[in-house]
C-alpha cells in the first residue's frame, strides 16, 4: 500500500489508541494536548515516510514516536516545574506515568475507561457524540463536521467547551465501582445509541461516513461486550439492535445514495451473518431481571428482518411498540407505533391514532400521513407531504418525498 493510502488508514485505526493511552497518561485536564502529541506524530510519519520510505512496522513507529514525545514533554514540563515554577504542579505530580504503555491491553483498557469519562452526565449530548467520534473514533474535524452537517469552526467550539467542561467537573479516566456501573453505564449506551443513529438516519449524503459512524457505535459497543464488569444485559441487546439495522444497510440505499422506503428493499441485500449475530446478542441479552427499551427495540429490529408471515409479523411488531411505550415514552416511537398499527388494523384507525399525536412541526409526522392517507385521500396525502418536503432538511429525505408526490400526482 502506498504512503498517501496508507497513513489516512492508519490515521482512522491507530489515531483513537494512542490518544485514549496519552490522555489516560496525562489526565482529562490535557485531552488537547494529548491529540495534538498524536496529530504531530502523523505529521512526522507524513513527512518522514515521504523521503525515507514507509517502515517495516508502520502502527510500531507510530507508537514509538508518540511516546517518545509524551515522554519528553513530561521531562521537559517536570523540569520546568521543579527549576522554574514550583508552583506549577499539572506535570510534576504525583500519578503521572513516567511510561506511556502501549501495549494491547492497555489500549483496550484506556478506550474503555474514556468511553467513561466521555459519556459525563454534565456534558451535553451532541457533545459526548462528538468527542466520542474524535477521541474514542479517530474522525478528523471535517468529517464530524460532515457527520453533524456544520462547519469546523462550530465542531471546534463545540470540542473545546466540552474538554472544558469535563475539567471543570474533574472527570476522572476510570471505570466506575461496580456499584454504580449499572447506573452510569445508562449515559454511555444513550451517547452510543444516539451515535448509531447518526450514521443510520444521518442527513448526510455521504454513504462511507454514515456507515463508518455505524460501525464505530458497533465497534465500542462490542468493546463493552468484552469487560465482565461492563457486560450486561442491556449492553448486549444493544448491540443487537444494531446488528439487526444495520444488516439493511445496503438495502436501505441505491447506488445514487437515495433512501429505498422498507417495503420496496431487496431482501437479497440483507446481510445474513449480521442478522445472526444480531440473534446472538439479543439471546445473550435475554438474562437478568430487567428489561431495557434496547431489548425491546432490538426485538422490533428483528421482526423487520423477517419476510414470511406478513401479518404476525406486523402483530408482533405492534404489540411490541405497546411496550416500549409503556417502558419509556417516545413521540417518534408512538409514530412508528401507528405504522404497525396500519398494517394490522387498517389505515382509517392508524390516521386517527397519529392525528392524536399532533406533531405538526416533525416531517417525519407528516410523511407518515401521507403515506396513511395515499389511496384513502389522495389530495390530503398530498398535502402532508407537502408540508413534510418544507420541514425536511435532508435532501434524501426530500427525494424520497418528491417521488411520493409525483406518483400521487400521476
Not at 172 to 180: A, Q, T, V
Request: contains cysteine.
Amino acid at each position: 500500500m502506498q504512503e498517501k493510502e496508507l497513513i489516512p488508514q492508519l490515521y482512522r485505526t491507530e489515531f483513537r489508541k494512542i490518544a485514549a493511552v496519552l490522555c489516560r497518561s496525562l489526565g482529562i485536564e490535557h485531552i488537547s494536548i494529548a491529540e495534538d502529541i498524536v496529530g504531530d506524530t502523523f505529521l512526522l510519519a507524513a513527512e518522514t515516510w515521504g523521503l525515507k520510505g514507509v517502515p517495516q512496522n508502520p502502527a510500531a513507529w507510530l507508537y514509538t514516536v508518540a511516546k517518545n514525545k509524551a515522554k519528553d514533554l513530561l521531562k521537559r514540563n517536570s523540569i520546568f516545574s521543579q527549576k522554574v515554577s514550583p508552583e506549577l504542579k499539572d506535570y510534576g505530580r504525583e500519578g503521572y506515568e513516567t511510561d506511556i504503555d502501549l501495549s494491547v491491553q492497555n489500549i483496550r483498557d484506556s478506550q474503555l475507561q474514556m468511553m467513561f469519562a466521555i459519556c459525563h452526565p454534565d456534558l451535553p449530548a451532541e457533545a459526548q457524540i462528538g468527542l466520542s467520534l474524535r477521541i474514542l473514533c479517530g474522525f478528523s474535524i471535517d468529517e464530524i463536521a460532515d457527520a453533524f452537517l456544520t462547519n469546523k469552526e462550530t465542531i471546534n467550539k463545540r470540542l473545546y467547551r466540552a474538554k472544558e467542561r469535563l475539567k471543570q467537573v474533574k472527570a476522572k479516566i476510570e471505570l466506575p465501582p461496580e456499584s454504580e456501573i449499572a447506573k452510569r453505564i445508562e449515559n454511555v449506551l444513550t451517547t452510543l445509541y444516539l451515535l448509531f443513529n447518526e450514521g443510520y438516519y444521518s442527513s448526510s449524503t455521504n454513504t462511507v461516513l454514515r456507515q463508518d459512524l455505524c460501525l464505530e457505535a458497533m465497534r465500542l459497543t462490542h468493546m463493552l461486550t468484552e469487560n465482565k464488569s461492563t457486560d450486561e444485559p442491556s449492553v448486549n441487546a444493544l448491540l443487537a439492535l444494531m446488528c439487526f439495522h444495520a444488516s439493511r444497510f445496503e438495502a436501505r440505499v441505491d447506488s445514487k445514495g437515495e433512501l429505498i422506503l422498507y417495503h420496496e428493499q431487496d431482501i437479497s441485500l440483507w446481510n445474513n451473518e449480521l442478522i445472526k449475530r444480531g440473534e446472538y446478542y439479543m439471546n445473550r441479552a435475554a438474562t437478568g431481571y430487567s428489561l431495557s427499551k434496547y431489548h425491546v427495540e432490538a426485538a422490533i429490529a428483528y421482526w423487520h428482518t423477517i419476510v414470511n408471515n406478513d401479518t404476525e409479523k406486523w402483530e408482533k411488531i405492534l404489540s411490541l411498540y405497546n411496550q416500549l411505550l409503556m417502558i419509556e415514552y417516545s413521540p417518534i416511537a408512538a409514530l412508528n407505533r401507528t405504522y404497525a398499527l396500519s398494517k394490522v388494523n387498517g389505515k382509517e384507525q392508524a390516521i386517527a391514532e397519529a392525528e392524536k399525536l399532533n406533531l405538526g412541526g416533525n416531517h417525519l409526522y407528516h410523511a407518515l400521513l401521507g403515506e396513511l392517507y395515499s389511496s384513502v385521500d389522495n389530495q390530503r396525502a398530498i398535502q402532508h407531504l407537502e408540508k413534510a418536503l418544507k420541514l425536511s432538511r435532508s435532501v434524501a429525505d426530500k427525494k424520497v418525498i418528491l417521488n411520493k408526490i409525483k406518483k400521487l400526482r400521476q
